[in-house]
């Protein structure tokens, strides 16, 4: 088995998988279904409404704060969500060791962690790096939803976006203070930051 995967299972959680399965994070699914994945889903208040409108597409949320990923699992169970799994686990390692290329129907990051401080800037999230690998793991017409309150870190990804390079896209689209996908409704940061009358950037890049 996967190292990876191997961690994944070993962590006490909602989502223990069988020891002996053999496959990656599509494989999991009874049902074989178009896939996205939320990377820092904390509580899935944005994946248990989609997962919930959408029966017919799989979904996964990341998080590496257990106490988030149980509470969205708890939700979850509650609704009955068989299409909704939520995994503890460093995203990157999952993102990097378990997703098959050309696997991902949408990849949803809201409000990735911004790491204010300079010297921190390097535990950043998206990165040329990581820009990369998610439009590998995308199918071809994939998507890629971003959004972020802070003005420093869209410039950072933007340019994170230049240096790993314009083909892994074939459209790009910002905006401002409007949400691309599912306009009506909103993450739990977004509707904190819509309380305070942040401003609020989206990206939506399409490979
Ligand atoms: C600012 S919160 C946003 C939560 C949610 N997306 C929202 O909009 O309400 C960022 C979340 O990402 C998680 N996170 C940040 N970096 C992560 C990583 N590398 N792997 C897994 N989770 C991560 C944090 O634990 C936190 O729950």
Redesign the pocket.
């Known amino acids: 088995m996967h190292r990876e995967l191997q961690k994944i299972i070993e962590t006490p959680g909602p989502n223990r998988l069988d020891r002996t399965f053999p496959g990656t994070l599509t494989d999991i699914f009874p049902r074989k279904q178009p896939l996205e994945i939320?990377?820092?889903?904390?509580k899935a208040?944005?994946l248990l409404h989609r997962a919930e409108l959408l029966p017919e597409r799989n979904f996964v949320g990341?998080?590496?704060?257990w106490k988030?990923i149980k509470i969205g699992w708890q939700r979850a169970q509650k609704r009955g969500l068989g299409n909704l799994l939520l995994f503890k686990?460093?995203?990157?390692e999952i993102v990097g060791h378990l997703i098959p290329d050309e696997s991902v129907s949408v990849f949803h990051i809201?409000?990735?962690?911004p790491w204010h401080k300079r010297k921190h800037h390097k535990r950043r999230?998206l990165t040329a790096e990581f820009f990369k690998l998610l439009s590998q793991r995308l199918i071809p017409g994939g998507l890629l939803e971003i959004s972020t309150d802070n003005f420093e870190y869209l410039i950072a990804l933007k340019s994170a976006l230049v240096e790993a390079g314009d083909d892994l896209w074939s459209r790009k689209l910002e905006t401002k203070n409007r949400r691309i996908m599912n306009p009506e409704f909103a993450?739990?940061?977004?509707m904190k930051y819509q309380v305070e009358g942040r401003d609020l950037y989206y990206l939506e890049l399409q490979k």
Do not use: M, R
């Open positions: 939320e990377i820092g889903s904390g208040k944005f990341i998080d590496y704060i988030y686990a460093e995203a990157t809201y409000f990735p962690d999230l993450t739990n940061f977004e």
